[in-house]
């Protein structure tokens, strides 16, 4: 999938996904997501472009003619880009990877070794904010990759705040309390980065999230 330049467009619009309470004018103005390392898993733009399979549903692989589904439990990611004073921002390119059910990323430096990676998961997905802000996914629930807690990256880019890259945690995972990264955040940071997993019925899906991503005004 080619990367589409960002629009400089931005739409200031009081929006929000179902689900999401975003706060009135009068409180306070909220923290900007907490900036994290995008890690060593990041996949390049070169790597990438050698396949055209990076869309928002990571739980399906497409691969000569045959589609192969992800291992793990289904994640529905419902995202919505707002700013420090709750404006949805729209055209933000947002880019998501994770390690996949058996905790191998999709990354040049991986080896690719049958039984080893689950080659039904995309392992990286982009998409753009709507006019209201929001970005849905379709991923697996992260798993614990050796040293760190369960957690998805994320990258944001507009041309209004430039490029923003963070990770989103499960909220309530007894392996936070041990991961490094974690332990740096402040409880406002963590509040901003912690998804609230519930349960989904109906398809192949096992979970929803819906969570607020803050980037500067």
């Not at 944001?156 to 392996?175: I, M, N, P, Y």
């Amino acid at each position: 999938m080619k990367t589409v330049p960002p629009l400089p467009t931005r739409r200031l619009l009081i929006a929000g996904l179902a689900g999401l309470a975003l706060p009135a004018a009068a409180e306070p103005v909220r923290r900007v997501l907490a900036p994290m390392t995008e890690g060593p898993f990041y996949p390049p733009a070169r790597w990438r472009a050698r396949e055209d399979d990076w869309d928002a549903d990571l739980t399906r692989v497409r691969r000569s003619g045959a589609v192969s589904p992800a291992r793990g439990e289904h994640l529905d990611l419902r995202l919505e880009v707002v700013d420090t004073r709750g404006r949805a921002i729209d055209g933000t390119e947002v880019e998501i990877w994770q390690c996949d059910a058996l905790a191998a990323y999709r990354h040049p430096s991986v080896a690719a070794e049958p039984g080893r990676f689950d080659p039904g998961f995309q392992g990286f997905g982009t998409a753009r904010s709507a006019a209201d802000g929001g970005v849905a996914f379709r991923t697996i629930r992260p798993v614990p990759y050796p040293g760190r807690t369960p957690h998805i990256h994320v990258k944001l880019r507009h041309a209004t705040f430039g490029e923003l890259s963070s990770q989103l945690f499960v909220a309530g995972d007894a392996g936070n309390a041990r991961d490094f990264l974690w332990r740096r955040l402040d409880d406002d940071e963590r509040a901003g980065l912690a998804m609230q997993l519930q349960p989904a019925s109906g398809d192949a899906l096992r979970w929803q999230a819906r969570h607020a991503l803050i980037v500067p005004a």
